[in-house]
């Protein structure tokens, strides 16, 4: 089974590390100093119970690493324009690719079924892109959870790899063999996956978790649980997911929200969102993938998010000020 993971950075270099461990054909595209320090001295993986390090095929050119069985995109939400234009030499016609990023994905509406299906997000996939340049048939819908890093080139430091599923899903809501094939390239390596029919609820789930302390903590510039330290915080964080309930219920989700049980686990999560250490080493944040498309939603189905609003008008005042 030849696996390609495009992006290995933190969550993208774990699954790598484990694939490689495991003896998967794996290779990754990746890029600058974390390339270097991989061809250097290896990919690296620090979690709670142990470290190791493996050897893996690398490139900063697709065109390298040739035709895959199977392709998991893990680059952030800004750089998948880019992504478009590399990807096709990696790609035979049914080779699935599933894009493992947080927030809405830019595919959200193809298989969506209803008034909504089809419908582009030109603001996460400009000029259709992606969508020329992977086609929406061989996606599979995809979420990671560990909350991981790369503390420096050619390493990646993660608490638990196992601690949550990743989770995989056909948009049309079909178990495709797209998603099984990925499902058996991550249980190959040891690594918890479920193949879900309702991607989108999983989606929500997530996303929610992300907009539940993401913003308090780019505005703060604090790990997740120094945000909970101050009540009127806790209450706005209350209210964000109370917002974002409503959407999901108007956009036809089931997404499990329990607002008190996301509060209780960030009130001790020293994480720092993936969000703020974007902001911290001056890359581009996914303000359009997590809180501007969310909003652009909310107009679509005529729910009122104003928590989220003014705290994604802060952000994007904050990133334009420093250039990011
Ligand atoms: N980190 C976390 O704790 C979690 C993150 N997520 C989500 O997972 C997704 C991936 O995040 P994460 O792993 O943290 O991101 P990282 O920035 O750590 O990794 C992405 C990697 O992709 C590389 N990359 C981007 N574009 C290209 C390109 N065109 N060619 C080659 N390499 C490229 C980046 O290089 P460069 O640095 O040069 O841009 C970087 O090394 C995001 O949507 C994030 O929100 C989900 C759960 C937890
Ligand atoms: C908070 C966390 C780890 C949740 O899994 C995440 O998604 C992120 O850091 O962006």
Known sequence: MRICIFGAGAIGGFIAAYMARAGIDVSIVARGSHLAAIRARGLTVETRDETFTVQVRASEDPADLGVQDGVFVTVKAPSLPSVAGLIGPLLAPDTPVTFLTNGVPWWYFHGHGGAWDGRRLPTLDPGDVLWS????????????????????????????????????????????????????????????????????????????????????????????????????????????????????????????????????????????????????????????????????????????????????????????????
């Open 133 to 324: 340049a992977i086609g929406p048939r061989r996606l599979v819908g995809g979420i990671a959870w560990p909350a991981s890093s790369v503390p420096q080139p050619g390493v990646v430091r993660l608490t638990d790899p196992r601690s949550r599923p990743t989770i995989l899903g056909a948009p049309d809501g079909s178990i495709s063999p797209g998603a099984v094939l990925l499902q058996q390239a991550l249980e190959r390596a040891g690594l918890p996956v479920q193949v879900e029919t309702r991607i989108r609820d999983r989606i929500w789930e997530k996303l929610a978790f992300n907009l539940s302390a993401g913003p308090l903590c780019v505005l703060t510039e604090t790990p997740v649980r120094s945000t909970h330290e101050e009540p009127v915080l806790i209450e706005a964080s209350r209210r964000v997911l109370a917002e974002t309930a409503e959407l999901i219920a108007a956009l036809g989700c089931q997404a499990e929200i329990d607002v008190e049980r996301i509060v209780g686990i960030n009130m001790h999560l020293g994480h720092r969102p993936s969000v703020l250490q974007d902001l911290q080493a001056s890359r581009p944040m996914e303000i359009d993938a997590l809180y501007n498309v969310p909003l652009q939603l909310a107009a679509l189905t005529g729910v009122r998010m104003p928590t989220l609003e003014m705290l994604a008008a802060l952000i994007r005042v904050k990133a334009r000020a420093l250039g990011l």
